[in-house]
């Protein structure tokens, strides 16, 4: 298994871009995340999906837009880039209910992209 | 926002010693996590606490559950190099569908 697999790895945008960050994960998990990280910090939440065709807010939508067609695939989308979306973007995945006996609700996190909007 | 604060922000010891870090919140865990991040890659999960006052132990790594369920600690006994990262405390619901990151404690271990 690859795991969970982000593409590109750095991506530099000017201001007003757009661009979409794929992620893919072969474990055949329901929950996937998109997290962003700025430097010397911890994750923020950006959308997260339960399922195909289900996705939900988190704590920094604003400016990002997620799709979740499939249960392989959770890309997320920059409209108009900003210099503050500068960082560097987690995608994760997990399986199970939550606490399902047995396991640790583990997040498996993918490489990261690292974005730079100048 | 659910805020978690860790401390402290940055910690450099000799090789050998003992250190704890620590997750605070001013309101009632579910659960939480603790993740050791190295540089360039995400995330791995060291360990997951739901009951208060628990205690887990994962080698030299003791994690502890505050009674009250508002805070929680990371102890390491005789740090490795190895141990160097970014240490994150994560909390959610009793869903599991969202997790909330503290800003971290970054070890380096020197030897």
């Known amino acids: 298994n690859a795991g969970v697999t982000q593409t590109p790895k750095f991506r530099i945008l000017k201001i007003g871009q757009s661009m979409t960050l794929q992620c893919t994960q072969d474990?055949?998990?329901?929950?996937m995340y998109w997290y962003r990280q700025d430097p010397g910090m911890g994750l923020k939440l950006i959308y997260y999906?339960?399922?195909?065709?289900?996705?939900d807010k988190g704590e920094v939508p604003n400016g990002y837009n997620v799709s979740r067609s499939t249960t392989e695939d959770f890309p997320l989308r920059l409209e108009l880039a900003a210099p503050s979306q500068t960082s560097v973007y987690f995608c994760?995945?997990?399986?199970?209910?939550?606490?399902?006996?047995?396991?640790?609700?583990?997040?498996?996190f993918g490489p990261g992209t690292r974005l730079t909007v100048l | 926002t659910q805020l978690l604060e860790q401390s402290p922000q940055f910690l450099s010891i000799q090789e050998g010693e003992n250190l704890t870090v620590y997750c605070n919140s001013s309101?009632?865990?579910?659960?939480l996590q603790w993740y050791r991040q190295e540089p360039g890659e995400g995330p791995v999960l060291l360990v997951t606490?739901?009951?208060?006052?628990e205690v887990k132990k994962l080698k030299r790594l003791t994690f502890q559950f505050g009674d009250a369920r508002k805070d929680s600690s990371l102890h390491i006994t005789a740090a490795q190099p190895g141990d160097t990262g970014l240490y994150l405390c994560?909390?959610?619901?009793?869903?599991?569908?969202?997790?909330?990151f503290g800003t971290g404690t970054s070890l380096t271990v020197i030897p």
């Open positions: 999906s339960v399922g195909a065709g289900i996705t």
């Open positions: 994560a909390r959610t619901p009793n869903t599991g569908n969202q997790f909330y």
């Open positions: 474990m055949n998990h329901n929950y």
């Open positions: 994760a995945s997990r399986d199970h209910p939550w606490l399902a006996s047995g396991t640790k609700g583990e997040q498996f």
């Open positions: 606490v739901v009951t208060g006052g």
């Open positions: 309101s009632v865990f579910s659960s």
